[in-house]
């Protein structure tokens, strides 16, 4: 299992209909982060209409891995578009440290 510095960021508004909506992502976003022995982070914003989440590297560099646009995707749903998003990310050269999970990923499908 790979262990990291790195989490995920979720940000998202205060609006009511943002609650609603981070009841599907946040659980979603707590199993990969389980799965990946990463950190999780809720982090309001005021400058967001929809739930955002980034994944947080070492170096505090954030990408976005998953937006909601307002979908009505139930968790599984997130769960997959954010798996895939991590293990695209665990190609790139600046992510290095990603490559360790490829496996975890791949066998979480």
Known sequence: MYT??????IYTSRF???GDRLRVVGPAVAKIAKSLSLGVQIAPSKKTL???VYYQNDDGEEIPV???WGKNWNEEDVYKAIRNMM???SFH????????????????A
């Open 4 to 9: 990291s510095g790195g989490k995920f960021l």
């Open 93 to 108: 050269p600046g992510f290095s440290g990603l490559q360790n999970v490829r496996e975890e990923m791949c066998v979480s």
């Open 16 to 18: 009511a209909s943002q």
């Open 66 to 68: 998953y937006c909601d």
């Open 50 to 52: 929809s739930v955002y």
């Open 87 to 89: 293990f695209v990310l």
